[in-house]
Structures are given as structure tokens and as C-alpha cells.
């Protein structure tokens, strides 16, 4: 067989495989050793062990786990109900306010925790119960948590861009200050869209169709103080890793601590049974990661071995595509790759082919790395995976999975113009690591 055609049976194997309900480490792994046995020669084995383990030596790693304790820590807390409870506060007197409460609620929540799901559970938890009391529509109520949920792969810290900078052997920092402006910005186009849905909701239902709320000057700082402590690991984070403090493992590890500590001290809640819950998760999740990334170095080092990776890349230079063409092609297979499959596997299962290919195109890695993230988070919200439409159907359970899925669509569609937004104007995610970190190279 051709390389080509080893691997055009790689990938349909391989999708087999991850559909049939295999873990995804147990299934890479398999195929790889497979595929290698099968089509290798006879010593091709031999580095399976070596490439496994020494992917996860990798000092940069030290990160995923102490962000994962971080998202974990905040989680447990009342941090997602305290954060809406103050915005709401502020905003309530807006048309859309709630909404606009919620979406502004999960930009920061995110920021803070670095995980979608635990932002999209943290914050509808509280918020959609509420909108709904209130007369929010069910479809702008789900579809705001939902589509505001995929912000915490975007905004710092990224579980996400961690990923892709291991694999990439990019900057990490760089990485997280390349999604900050595209991840604020977001947020205001959901805020704008949800000010303008709810004031055409009103119009249509009338005046007296939402409930009004007052709150003095007093409660609404008093709101605000129960937030600031976790918004000074924000501040903190920023300052260690961008001032040259720290390295992005040790930030890591101070926020890590610094939320457990102000869980204990704020919420004053956090017991010895908490703690060894938080540790047990963080650990479980940590472990199902890092061993995703060893089986995907393998999978790369056997496509690598079998030169399926250059053979591909060869191929797609032989279309003698524009950059414009290539990345309108990336994007597509981004977008359906993302509707079937978790953000971490697809960035790990398809860098090592479309990495060689971006090299040659000259395209800031950087800058893609925010293409890539935005693509899926539209899976996110869009099924058959659509992970944040199942969260959200957890939380709330009376409204039917097709409202949730029809609320997420106009999301989706903002989404889809900010890419192409990105794609004529790449400053919008590299300005800011180019500003404070210098040009890229």
C-alpha cells in the first residue's frame, strides 16, 4: 500500500475506533502499535514505550494539572453564583440585562477555571432558573449559558491552548494573550445580541413582561466584595506570568493555590473531605489528559514512521492552494472535526499533519491557535457531541434539548462571522502577545 492509502485506512480505523466507546488514550494507543506491526518494520515497536513516557516528561505539562485543581477548587465553591449574583445587581435595570449578566458572568468565570463544561454547569446552575422566573425566553436563556460556556477554552487560562502549545511547541504565554482581546470581544457581541433579542422580546410581550428589581448602592458593593478575591487570581495570574515572574507552570501552581486558600478562607467551607474530593477529580481528569497527549505522540510518531504525515502534506501542497484557500479548508475540517470529537483530540490527533502544512504557508501559529479555538467551541453547542447542549440540558431539564439547540444557532452564527473577522484581520488575536511579548517568530 501507498502512504496515502495507509492513511486513508488510518483515518477510517481510527474514527472506528473512537466511536466504538474506546477511551481515547486506549484507543490511539492501539492503533498506533497496530499500524505499526502491521506496516512497520520489524523494530518498529521498539520506541512505542520511549515515546510514550518521554511525552510525558515534558516539564510544560506541570500545567494542566494545577489548572485543573484551579478549575476544580472554584467549581466546588459559590464563586459562579456569587459572580452572577453581583453582576445582576449592576445590571439589572438593562433590557437583557439578566442575559447580558450571565453571558458577562461566564467570560469571567472562565477566566478563572479554564474549563467549558464547569463554566456552562457553574453559571446555569443559578442563572438559567432565574431568566426563566423572570421571563427570559427559554431559547435565549439556554443559548446564552451554552454559547457563553465555550468562552473558557478561549479566554486564559486554556486547557486548550496548553494543548496546542506542547504540541506546537509555541508559547504558552503568548498563546493565552492571544485569546484575551478575541475572548472579550465575544463577550460584548453576545452581551449586544442578547440586549437586542430581549428588547424585541419586550416589544413583543409587553412592558410588564419582565420582572423589575432594585438594589441600593450598599448591596450592590456588598455583591462585589464576595467576588474580588477570585478576581485577584485573575490580576494575579496576569501579573506573575506577563511581568517575568514566573513560567506558566509555576503561575499555574500559585493559582492553584491561592484558590484553595480562598475557598477555605471566603466560603470558609473547605474540609478535609472537600479537599480530598477536589484532589481526587483534579487527578482523574489530569491523568484521562496526560494520557491522551502520550497516546497521541505515539499516534504521531507512527503516522511520522510511516510517512503518512509527510505524504499527506506533500498532497495538500499539491493543490497549490492560496493561504485564503488553505485556511478556508483547515477551517471546514475544523468544524466538522469538532462536531464529532473533543477539542483536546482533535488538536492532538491533526497538528501533526496540519502543522508541517501551516509551516510551509507561513501562517502565524499564534493567530490560528485562536481559528482552531473557536471552531470548537462551535462544536461545543452543536451536535452530535455539542458536550455544553447536554450540560445545559443537566441543569435544566424542563426545557427540551431542541429549544437549548435553537438557542445556541444565532451564537453559532456570530461565531462563524468573528472567524471570518479574524481571518482579514489577524491583529484582533496577536496584537496584544506581539504588544507586550514582542513579534512573534
Known amino acids: 500500500m501507498t502512504e496515502l492509502q495507509i492513511g486513508a485506512l488510518l483515518f477510517v480505523v481510527t474514527f472506528a475506533v473512537l466511536f466504538s466507546g474506546i477511551p481515547i488514550a486506549f484507543g490511539l494507543t492501539a492503533v498506533s502499535i497496530a499500524f505499526l506491526a502491521c506496516f512497520g518494520e520489524p523494530g518498529a515497536l521498539e520506541a512505542v514505550a520511549k515515546t510514550f513516557i518521554g511525552e510525558l516528561s515534558n516539564f510544560a505539562l506541570l500545567t494542566l494539572p494545577m489548572f485543573v485543581v484551579l478549575g476544580a477548587a472554584i467549581g466546588m465553591s459559590r464563586a459562579g453564583r456569587d459572580l452572577y449574583e453581583s453582576l445582576h445587581r449592576w445590571l439589572c435595570r438593562v433590557p437583557g440585562g439578566l442575559v447580558i449578566a450571565n453571558i458577562v458572568g461566564c467570560g469571567l468565570f472562565s477566566a478563572m477555571c479554564g474549563s467549558s463544561p464547569a463554566t456552562a454547569a457553574a453559571i ?27 468562552l473558557g477554552i478561549l479566554i486564559p487560562p486554556s486547557i486548550t491552548f496548553i494543548v496546542y502549545g506542547i ?10 494573550l492571544a485569546g484575551v482581546v478575541p475572548g472579550l470581544a465575544l463577550v460584548v457581541v453576545f452581551a449586544v445580541y442578547s440586549w437586542v433579542a430581549s428588547r424585541a422580546g419586550l416589544r413583543r410581550a409587553g412592558a410588564g413582561a419582565t420582572m423589575q428589581e432594585t438594589y441600593t448602592l450598599a448591596e450592590k458593593l456588598s455583591g462585589l466584595l464576595r467576588t474580588l478575591p477570585f478576581l485577584a487570581i485573575i490580576v494575579a495570574v496576569t501579573v506573575f506570568m506577563y511581568g517575568g515572574f514566573a513560567t506558566p507552570s509555576e503561575v499555574a501552581a500559585i493559582a492553584a493555590f491561592l484558590a ?35 497516546a497521541a505522540a505515539l499516534y504521531a510518531y507512527m503516522m511520522s514512521y510511516l510517512y503518512v504525515t509527510q505524504s499527506v502534506a506533500d498532497w495538500m501542497f499539491g ?30 490527533m491533526s497538528m501533526p499533519i496540519m502543522l508541517p502544512v501551516l509551516q510551509q504557508g ?30 445545559i440540558r443537566g441543569v435544566a431539564p424542563d426545557v427540551p434539548l431542541r429549544e437549548v439547540m435553537w438557542g445556541t444557532l444565532p451564537f453559532v452564527v456570530i461565531m462563524v462571522l468573528f472567524i471570518v473577522l479574524l481571518t482579514f484581520f489577524p491583529g484582533i488575536a496577536t496584537w496584544l502577545p506581539d504588544r507586550l511579548m514582542g513579534p512573534g517568530h
Do not use: C
Open 124 to 150: 446555569g446552575k443559578v442563572g438559567i432558573p432565574e431568566m426563566l422566573k423572570r421571563g427570559v425566553p427559554a431559547r435565549l436563556a439556554t443559548g446564552a449559558i451554552a454559547a457563553g460556556g465555550t
Open 167 to 176: 504540541v506546537t511547541h509555541t508559547s504558552i504565554a503568548r498563546l493565552f
Open 260 to 294: 484553595l486558600v480562598l475557598v477555605a478562607v471566603v466560603y470558609r467551607g473547605l474540609r478535609l473531605a472537600d479537599l480530598w474530593a477536589i484532589m481526587r477529580d483534579a487527578t482523574r481528569e489530569s491523568s484521562m489528559i496526560l494520557l491522551i497527549i502520550a
Open 319 to 348: 493543490w497549490q492552494l492560496s493561504n485564503w484557500q488553505l485556511i478556508l479548508v483547515l477551517n471546514l475540517f475544523l468544524l466538522l472535526a469538532g462536531f464529532f470529537m473533543p477539542a483536546v483530540s482533535v488538536i492532538l
Open 362 to 391: 507561513q501562517i502565524d501559529l499564534v493567530w490560528f491557535a485562536v481559528i482552531l479555538t473557536i471552531n470548537l467551541e462551535i462544536g461545543l453547542i452543536h451536535p452530535p457531541l455539542g458536550l455544553n447542549l447536554f450540560v
